[in-house]
T-cell receptor, first 116, second 114 residues
Framework: AQSVTQLGSHVSVSEGALVLLRCNYSSSVPPYLFWYVQYPNQGLQLLLKYTSAATLVKGINGFEAEFKKSETSFHLTKPSAHMSDAAEYFCAVTESANTGFQKLVFGTGTRLLVSP | KAGVTQTPRYLIKTRGQQVTLSCSPISGHRSVSWYQQTPGQGLQFLFEYFSETQRNKGNFPGRFSGRQFSNSRSEMNVSTLELGDSALYLC?????????????FGPGTRLTVL
């Protein structure tokens, strides 16, 4: 079974600072990888996804992530944090079922706090 | 294009009752999945429906069930509610045939069991 590890349940940065949220997955086969963001009392919004087309993936709101197979990592970064980035971020990996459906296996989430 | 909609957004029930949640997928999406989100267990897969059939199921007791209608709308039902069922229930729809099976999530239904 697939698993995802997100290091750090909370990450605090100052506005304008670099954001780095860590994600490691367990898979011997390159999976599909996703980063979702969740604002309070809302559902999950897709930030970006890796589908083997390119190792550096650019997403919405200035976020990007780099797939590193040798490190089984897919860390999320943003050069300059904005107050509106404060939210919870989830890394997810797909796990195939024999029906062809690929359910999402989520990490435990990282809450990003941005201070002025 | 309208996104995934879920109703109701908030529910309060008492132990032992049963509850039904509704999800309308994005137009043209035929696969609907349900996830439970709790502070203790995080996000966990409940089940997935496609063409009115449950194709995949997570590790939840039989009290959790669902169905899908011919228009792809889905409902999930929880019977004999327990305090631990308090959670945010998220529905997601997928366009079958998309290579990455990207799932689009609704805003969720917040269930509180007293």
């Amino acid at each position: 079974a697939q698993s995802v590890t997100q290091l750090g349940s909370h990450v605090s940065v100052s506005e304008g600072a670099l954001v780095l949220l860590r994600c490691n997955y367990s898979s011997s086969v390159p999976p599909y990888l996703f980063w979702y963001v969740q604002y309070p009392n809302q559902g999950l919004q897709l930030l970006l996804k890796y589908t083997s087309a390119a190792t550096l993936v650019k997403g919405i709101n200035g976020f990007e992530a780099e797939f590193k197979k040798s490190e089984t990592s897919f860390h999320l970064t943003k050069p300059s944090a904005h107050m509106s980035d404060a939210a919870e971020y989830f890394c997810a990996v797909t796990e195939s079922a024999n029906t062809g459906f690929q359910k999402l296996v989520f990490g435990t989430g990282t809450r990003l706090l941005v201070s002025p | 294009k309208a996104g995934v909609t879920q109703t109701p957004r908030y529910l309060i029930k008492t132990r032992g009752q049963q509850v039904t949640l509704s999800c309308s997928p994005i137009s043209g999406h035929r696969s609907v999945s349900w996830y439970q989100q709790t502070p203790g267990q995080g996000l966990q897969f409940l089940f997935e429906y496609f063409s009115e059939t449950q194709r995949n199921k997570g590790n939840f007791p039989g009290r959790f069930s669902g169905r899908q209608f011919s228009n792809s709308r889905s409902e999930m039902n929880v019977s004999t509610l327990e305090l631990g069922d308090s959670a945010l229930y998220l529905c997601a729809s997928t366009r079958e045939g998309a290579g990455d099976n990207e799932q689009f999530f609704g805003p969720g239904t917040r269930l509180t069991v007293l």
